[in-house]
């Protein structure tokens, strides 16, 4: 089901959607595509974390798991 989600663009952000549409593409496949490089971000940022978290780790000292 579709959903219509609303906001108020400052000028800098009415600006980057004017750049990224300059050649066509939709507002909404803008937004779209700025949504997917978020999500992309945060799953580098979570990744980042756990490879911070795991450094330290030495799986040469644990036995075979099979």
Do not use: N, Q, V, Y
């Not at 779209?32 to 940022?45: N, T, V």
């Not at 980042?48 to 099979?66: C, I, N, Q, V, Y």
């Amino acid at each position: 089901m579709a959903k219509t989600i609303g906001f108020r663009p400052t000028p800098a952000e009415e600006d980057i959607l004017a750049r990224a549409t300059a050649d066509g593409t939709s507002t909404s496949d803008a937004i779209r595509r700025g949504l997917a490089l978020l999500d992309r971000e945060l799953w580098w940022s979570h990744a980042r974390a756990d490879m911070e978290r795991l450094a330290g780790e030495d799986l040469s000292t644990e036995p075979d798991a099979w």
